[in-house]
């Protein structure tokens, strides 16, 4: 038995923990996507473009690009538990001053703290997460992130039934406030005090698989950032809907997410893992292509459908398998595939917003699908590698 395996052996993962963990990712996407929403909100408030929107939105990518290593110190110091219930707080706290700001400068600095938070979170509850699967000894893993898929659209949900009342974006985002504080609270006596073995070293450079992991991982995050970002953009400039219906796509996208991966742990075994990360890769980037080519409003949600069932499972799939994976410490290994991963959510729509403002928006989401071709060929690689 290993270091890392003797000191796993003094926690354990029972039903409190697995639904703390899936409360921890309900909570991360239910945060992220009160923000998603207010974007063309705020884009009219600061009378900006599509660049400079680019731009603030770097900030958040630079920030959490810069603290996801970071969080992997802080995580073998405090550990997971009071990792997850001081930031999750801080989310909340900081996506509520920022839904009431009007100048680009104040912007720029609650939005690198959006970032930093933003980023801690990610890597603490993805660790917490492969840890429960590991003491559970089954595959719990799709489930887990099904229930970002699950805050997210409930987040998405609640606002446009908010903003359709008339109530302004910072009083939804208080509201949005009230319910994370108290399901932080109630689940957070749950969440792993896991701090890695003493042996661990918190960061290291990506190495072996785990690079190739982490490039899949980031195609398929930016997806997720794309539609997060940008879809209510799209949607508004470039196919005429109303304001009320910007989170449209992003709600879709969320549901069709949530349901493949409910159902995603038994999917994986019984289609299998390269089947499910290129057949994947194929069926979203196909539904990028439907997304920019349909315009009529009641056809379009297939795209967004396609999307969401596409890119669901790739990202568990690859968590899943770092626990089994030798090349790097557990500790380390999330937090190098988080990292890479969450370049495509965070860096990847700033980057797209330049491309937006330069070529036009439709462009981008034919660039999503022509990636995530180029990620169905690299699947089909990486798994011949490793039979």
């Known amino acids: 038995m290993g270091v890392e395996d003797k000191y796993l052996n003094q926690f354990k993962a029972g039903k409190k923990e697995q639904y703390a963990a899936r409360c921890a990712f309900f909570l991360a996407g239910f945060t992220v996507t009160t923000w998603a929403p207010m974007i063309p909100v705020i884009k009219e408030r600061l009378q900006i473009g599509d660049d400079v929107l680019g731009l603030l939105l770097l ?35 900081i996506l509520i001053i920022i839904s009431s700001l009007d100048n680009v400068w104040s912007f720029v600095v609650f939005l690198l703290l959006f970032g930093a938070v933003m980023g801690t979170i990610d890597v603490t509850m ?17 489930s887990m992130h099904a229930f970002w898929s699950v805050g997210c659209f409930c987040s998405a949900g609640l606002f446009s039934v908010l903003a359709k009342q008339g109530l302004d974006i910072t009083t939804v985002a208080i509201i949005h406030g009230i319910i994370i504080f108290v399901l932080c609270l109630i689940s957070s006596p749950y969440f792993l005090a896991y701090k890695g073995a ?23 995050f930016l997806a997720e950032g794309a539609i997060m970002d940008w879809s209510g953009i799209f949607l508004t400039e470039a196919k005429g809907l109303e ?26 075994q019984y289609i299998g893992e390269e089947r499910i990360c290129v057949f994947g890769a ?37 968590y899943s398998l770092l626990k089994n994976q030798n090349d790097m410490p557990i500790n380390a290994a999330v937090t190098a595939i988080t990292c890479m991963g969450y370049t495509g959510v965070i860096l990847g729509p700033a980057l797209l917003g330049f491309i937006a403002h330069g070529i036009g928006i439709k462009f981008v989401f034919y660039l999503l699908c022509m990636l995530f071709i180029i990620e169905a060929l690299l699947s089909k690689y990486i798994f011949k590698r490793l039979s």
């Open 59 to 93: 900030c958040i990518g630079i920030s959490a690009f810069v603290f996801m290593p970071l969080a992997g110190i802080l995580n073998q110091k405090l550990g997971c538990k009071k990792m997850l219930q001081i930031n999750i707080v801080l989310f909340a706290l």
């Open 126 to 142: 993805n660790m917490n997460s492969v840890i429960v699967e590991k003491l559970s000894k089954k595959r719990i893993m799709s």
């Open 198 to 220: 003493s042996n661990e070293k918190p960061i290291a450079i990506p190495h072996g698989i785990v690079v190739l992991f982490g490039i899949l991982a980031c195609i398929s």
């Open 243 to 268: 304001l009320s219906l910007a989170g449209i796509g992003y709600a879709i996208f969320s549901v069709a997410m949530l349901v493949i991966r409910f159902i995603g742990d038994r999917a994986v």
């Open 282 to 318: 194929l069926v979203a980037g196909f539904g990028f292509l439907l997304v920019v080519l349909i315009d009529n409003f009641y056809l379009m949600p297939i795209g967004f459908i396609c999307i969401g069932l596409g890119a669901a499972n790739i990202v568990p799939v690859l």
